[in-house]
């Protein structure tokens, strides 16, 4: 009601009526204003709910979280293990270097920063490439290795233009490298960053610039020389900046591992020889491999900062395969080296006695068949003795196809032929003794002509050079010795330096000595190699020359009178020679396969002789008595 | 108890004395835990150093107690008088802003005035309560009822909420807007006027949205989903929340928060300073804090209903609801309950042009309580 002075309710009226009106006024106020206090207070309560479920129900959770948040773990790689030679010398280090990285997310631009880089720095292609790979490979916050082993102008440089390079930096790593390069390079094979098939449980893996064996003992024993990652968890702020270290666990180093192998001796012996030509040296007694030379070959340093595509294709086009080790990938015909397992085997199968005299007219007759003697006019009376001393075909012709291939091919694997070796080098093929199962088992037939054939170690057999040493080593101790080449790992010796940690084969002694008799006359009693007998000081060496075809000869080439020598290099035979010394307490025992070197006698037989005199001088000198230097022991 | 007494004369010539004798000193010390509260959070966030914010913080809340004890002895009709003039020179600082305020944060919203940074949009929500209720005081239960009587504070609102807006700054133009729309309701406006307002409202809202700027629409987004985009504009939600919740019942201890104190928090000393409470002092402290200031919107309500005047009653309820909003605002916020926008928990966080507009306003409240009982003329039609 509205207040109106010319109204009955005159002056005492307009008092009531203001109060009323005031009243009223104070009445809604009052209701409105609670009203209001009551949402307020709800909207506090509301507040207080919200607390409650983020700082209690939800608290462990967000506790987590925060953690999360505040500690990080950070992984350091321990240094990768030392590889030793059998004298303790390095043969592959880590030597300290500056590298460049980059932290993709703290570049804007990836790409203008790696262009401002490489106008400072040059990037080859494939290292661009491989930055590219690995950026895309890892989360973003992961450094990349831009460059290893910067000069000191090149980290001037970087630092001066360090505002134009956002997400670089320069530190200090550890870079793999290896004296001995080209020298050892498939023993010791070499590292490279990892694959994504590399990619185990394993997080050092993830760390920048971290590399994993890929070929040889780096690849055989990479979880032994890698060692464990050490975790140390720091407390980081927001930026990610370390503000104390909470926890620190040190990882293992990588151990060091010592090879059989002497460097310098495995240096030696690939000054002598050429392309094309491998040589296994091992201790006869132990199976320990002392040298393991090929040509040609590599340089493993090349793979710390990435091998080009250009260099890639160099090495695998090549016919040579200098990547491949041809010790125990290059797979051969044994020729005439096979012929003492086919006469153990005839002994074994008393299919005759060393005595018996098989007559060598230069030929053998069989079915349709003639089977030549690589001496034309026929070597006549031969016994076992005489017959491996002259390498006369037609004798192990005859043993062949009384013994049959099966016994022949059961013998060749207990001399290790054909059979996986277990060295300590990933990816060595066993090679191939063929048996009639396996001929069979490719759907032809197996005739009594291939097991004559396969009696002078021709035809199917594929054997690696490392196998031949093997098993000569094997023929001069009459234990399967296994080839090694580990010696010790982290200063503690492996099992298998001593003969008496190998079994012996099983070999009648008699049988064993009368090839011995016959291998020591092959160098000393007239035999094929006798241009190659060692100096006196050294003692004797035994021996077996071999010489394998790599093409057939033809019966018009024979007639017409054959000369090897005008043949094409690639066409000429393989030389083969496989040896022991000295003969009467065997050290050494080799394998010598010269490709194309025409024949065992006048390519692998000098050189073997070579070689062991290189290893006698060198491990067993002959005034400190007949005992391998254990030097590095 | 502080309101069993009474001013003993009601003209205008009470002395300064007597009139220290009515402040309510409780409400004084009141602020003072509050402001301690306040000071013991910023030493947190200055890691231990005073010298970073918290001294600071002591000087202004100085300050603004002297400010704050200084107008609660002004004549309550002397202000009533000048309401509207306080209203026209904060538009006038609103609009001066627009034209040469500094760049803060990408929106024009400071005055630089020497020693004090003036936030002219914290003023404006003061005097905006102040003319309204110098308005709405003298008027009958009908006038207010006339559509027509609504139009002139309508627009002394929407003048204001537009500067705002212009800045641009969305939350505290709608925080204005809701400042006066608490007069209004106060004042008896009818409710079906804010039914009708809150339905044309919710039709505008999608048209509104089209209009935002990108980073308010963010905000918006973030807040419907803040795991969304964990390390861009949702990162301050989540750090906020780990924060909180990592506090647990009973907190990390003073200078033990983790995430203030690893900076994952973000602009722990201002806007998400409750952040650093909750973390350090568990949900304890966050809801001693929080009852705290509770108590000082209650206390408003308190010098509303026992205000004499329609004036004090509407000044002491916009007040209240000036500070209930900054708080509410600022904890909804750190929780994650409504999008993110730059409002500071006045009396605890580190800023100065808050501290004094919040104690400006609780000086008015205080004159209001002092002069409860002053004259303030006859209603009018």
């Given at each position: ?633 | 108890?502080?309101f069993e007494r009474r001013l003993l004369s009601r003209d205008r010539g009470a002395g300064v004395l007597e009139k220290l004798w009515h402040i309510p000193w409780s409400f004084v010390l009141l602020l003072c835990a509050v402001a301690a509260v306040g000071y013991v959070a910023l030493l947190s966030a200055g890691s231990g150093n005073p010298e970073a914010y918290a001294q600071k913080h002591a000087i202004r809340f100085g300050f603004g107690l002297v400010l704050m004890l200084s107008i609660a002895l002004v004549d309550i009709r002397l202000i009533a008088r000048f309401a509207w003039l306080g209203y026209l020179a904060a538009v006038a600082l609103l609009a001066l802003v627009l034209l040469h305020g500094n760049i803060g944060k990408g929106a024009q919203r400071w005055i630089d005035l020497g020693p004090v940074q003036l936030q002219p949009s914290e003023l404006m929500k003061i005097m905006l309560v102040l003319a309204l209720a110098s308005w709405f005081h003298r008027a009958s239960w009908e006038r207010v009822g006339n559509p027509l009587f609504l139009i002139p504070p309508a627009l002394a609102v929407l003048l204001p909420v537009g500067l705002i807006l212009k800045q641009p700054n969305l939350g505290t133009a709608l925080i204005t807007a809701m400042v006066g729309a608490a007069v209004f309701w106060a004042a008896g406006v009818r409710w079906w006027k804010f039914a009708g307002l809150a339905g044309l409202a919710a039709i505008a809202a999608p048209i509104a949205y089209e209009r935002l700027h990108d980073y308010q629409r963010a905000r918006i987004t973030t807040f419907l989903d803040p795991e969304s985009d964990p390390l861009g504009a949702g990162y301050n939600i989540i750090q906020s929340k780990i924060a909180l919740g990592s506090g647990g019942l009973w907190g990390k201890g003073f200078l033990q928060g983790t995430q203030g104190h690893l900076n994952f928090l ?116």
């Open positions: 009601m509205i207040w109106r002075p010319w109204t009955r309710s005159g002056v005492l009226g307009r008092e009531r009526t203001v109060r009323k009106e005031e009243e009223r006024r104070r009445g809604i106020f009052t209701r409105r204003a609670a009203a209001l206090g009551v949402v307020q207070l709800g909207a506090f309560a509301f507040l207080g709910s919200r607390l409650y479920r983020l700082q209690i129900e939800e608290g462990a959770r967000y506790a987590t979280l925060a953690e999360e948040n505040r500690v990080s773990a950070r992984l350091f790689a321990p240094p990768r293990g030392r590889i030793l030679d059998r004298n303790g010398k390095v043969v592959a280090g880590n030597r300290l270097n500056w590298r460049a990285l980059l932290v993709a997310e703290q570049t804007a631009d990836v790409a203008a920063t790696l262009e401002t880089f490489s106008r400072i720095v040059p990037l080859a292609d494939h290292e661009r490439a491989r930055i590219e790979r690995e950026i895309r490979r890892n989360r973003r916050f992961v450094p990349v290795v831009l460059r290893e082993a910067l000069t000191w102008e090149e980290m001037a440089r970087i630092e001066v233009n360090a505002p134009d390079l956002p997400g670089i930096s320069v530190d200090m790593g550890t870079t793999r490298i290896y004296p001995e390069a080209e020298d050892l390079a498939h023993v010791v094979g070499y590292v490279a960053a990892p694959a994504e098939r590399d990619a185990d449980d394993d997080p050092l893996l993830q760390l920048p610039g971290i590399r994993v064996g890929r070929a040889g003992v780096e690849r055989h024993h990479d979880r032994i020389l890698r060692g464990r990652a050490g975790t140390v968890e720091v407390e980081v702020n927001a930026v990610g900046r370390v503000i104390r270290e909470l926890d620190r666990r040190e990882g293992i180093p990588g151990q060091d591992v010592q090879l059989s192998v002497d460097a310098g001796l495995q240096k030696a012996i690939r000054a002598k020889i050429q392309d094309g030509t491998t040589a296994v040296l091992l201790d006869a007694r132990n199976g320990e491999v002392l040298a393991m030379a090929t040509k040609p070959s590599f340089d493993p340093n090349i793979f710390n900062a990435g091998v080009s595509a250009a260099q890639w294709r160099q090495w695998t086009a090549a016919r040579s395969t200098p990547l491949i080790n041809k010790a125990t990938n290059g797979l051969y015909a044994p020729g005439s080296t096979f012929k003492m397992i086919v006469a153990l085997a005839a002994l074994e199968a008393r299919v005759c006695r060393p005595g018996d005299i098989v007559h060598c007219p230069g030929h053998m007759d069989f079915g349709n068949n003639r089977f030549h003697c690589h001496n034309r006019a026929g070597h006549g009376g031969m016994n076992m003795r005489t017959a491996i001393m002259a390498s006369c075909d037609v004798y192990f012709y005859e043993m062949a196809k009384r013994v049959g291939m099966d016994r022949i091919a059961a013998m060749a694997n207990r001399f290790g032929l054909g059979v996986d070796l277990e060295i300590e080098l990933p990816g060595a093929r066993r090679g191939l003794v063929p048996t009639r199962a396996w001929r069979q088992a490719q759907g032809k037939p197996w005739s009594i002509g291939d097991t004559i054939v396969h009696g002078i170690g021709q035809g199917f057999y594929q054997i690696t050079p490392l196998s031949l040493a093997v098993m000569t080593a094997r023929l001069a101790t009459g234990r399967a010795v296994q080839p090694h080449l580990t010696r010790a790992i982290g200063g503690r010796p492996v099992r298998g330096s001593q003969p008496e940690d190998w079994p012996s084969l099983g070999i009648p002694e008699a049988d064993l000595r009368l090839i011995r008799e016959a291998m020591w006359g092959v160098v000393n009693g007239g035999g094929t190699a006798g241009a190659s007998r060692l100096p006196p000081q050294y003692g004797q060496m035994a021996g077996k020359t071999g010489t394998t075809q790599v093409r057939r000869v033809s019966r018009e080439q024979r007639e017409r009178g054959f000369n090897v020598n005008a043949l094409p290099r690639e066409w000429r035979p393989h030389a083969l020679f496989v040896a022991y010394a000295p003969h009467d307490n065997p050290l050494f025992a080799l394998s010598v396969v010269v490709e194309h070197g025409t024949s065992g006698s006048g390519a692998a037989a000098p050189l073997a002789r070579d070689i062991m005199i290189e290893a006698f001088q060198r491990l067993a000198p002959p005034r400190q008595g007949q005992r391998v230097a254990d030097a590095g022991r | 108890m502080i973000p602009e722990k000393q201002t806007d998400f300073i409750f952040t650093m409470i909750a973390e350090e002092f568990g949900l304890v402290g966050a809801l001693t804090t929080l009852a705290l200031l509770m108590l000082l919107v209650a206390f408003c309500y308190l010098v509303a209903f026992r205000s004499r005047h329609q004036f004090g009653r509407l000044l002491a309820v916009g007040l209240g609801t000036n500070y209930f909003l900054y708080v509410f605002v600022n904890v909804a916020m750190v929780t994650g309950s409504i999008p993110v926008g730059g409002v500071p928990l006045p009396l605890i966080s580190h800023g100065g042009s808050a501290m004094l507009t919040v104690m400006l306003g609780f000086g008015l409240l205080l004159s209001v309580h002092v002069h409860r009982d002053a004259e303030m003329g006859p209603m009018r039609e």
